[in-house]
């Protein structure tokens, strides 16, 4: 366990070192924002998109056990303040994925809003019989 974490911290440690240099080696300062930048909306978006797995097992079981509240709220939250902020300064990098992340958040609050009744309806059913 101890060793599979050590390798994914260096895989992405050599990642980061990777960009740092194609980004300082290969492109000026202008093009460099707009390399970096597009890698990052990427790594946002991939981020925002990753409880998608999860939003397809609440479905599956009808159950929100597996999607904590609290983390939904904060990401929703958190992505709503970066749209706004991105969109006060004009910078897409900024307000694309965010807003992207503040609707998939959104999804998955109305999920749990869904199926979180629907969760603790079907715990209480057996001890009612």
Same mark, same amino acid.
């Given at each position: 366990?101890?060793l599979r974490m050590i %390798?994914?911290? !260096?895989?992405?440690?050599?990642?980061?070192?990777?960009?740092?240099?194609?980004?300082? &080696?290969?492109? #000026?300062?202008?093009?460099?924002?707009?390399?970096v930048g597009y890698l990052?909306?990427?790594?946002?978006?991939?981020?925002?998109?990753?409880?998608?797995f999860i939003i397809n097992?609440?479905?599956?079981?009808?159950?929100? &056990? +597996?999607?904590?509240?609290?983390?939904?709220? %904060?990401?929703?939250? !958190?992505?709503?303040? +970066?749209?706004?902020?991105?969109?006060?300064?004009? #910078?897409?990098?900024?307000?694309?994925?965010?807003?992207?992340? %503040?609707?998939?958040?959104?999804?998955?609050?109305?999920?749990?809003?869904?199926?979180?009744?629907?969760?603790? &309806?079907?715990?209480?059913?057996?001890?009612? %019989?």
């Amino acid at each position: 366990m101890q060793l599979r974490m050590i %390798a994914m911290f !260096m895989g992405v440690l050599c990642t980061f070192i990777a960009i740092v240099y194609v980004s300082l &080696e290969f492109f #000026d300062p202008l093009n460099r924002k707009t390399f970096v930048g597009y890698l990052s909306m990427a790594s946002l978006i991939s981020m925002f998109a990753s409880p998608l797995f999860i939003i397809n097992l609440v479905i599956r079981t009808r159950s929100v &056990e +597996f999607m904590p509240f609290y983390l939904s709220l %904060a990401t929703t939250l !958190m992505s709503l303040s +970066f749209f706004v902020y991105g969109m006060l300064l004009h #910078d897409f990098f900024i307000y694309i994925p965010n807003g992207i992340g %503040a609707l998939l958040g959104v999804v998955q609050l109305l999920l749990y809003g869904y199926y979180g009744g629907k969760s603790r &309806e079907r715990s209480i059913l057996p001890l009612l %019989a």
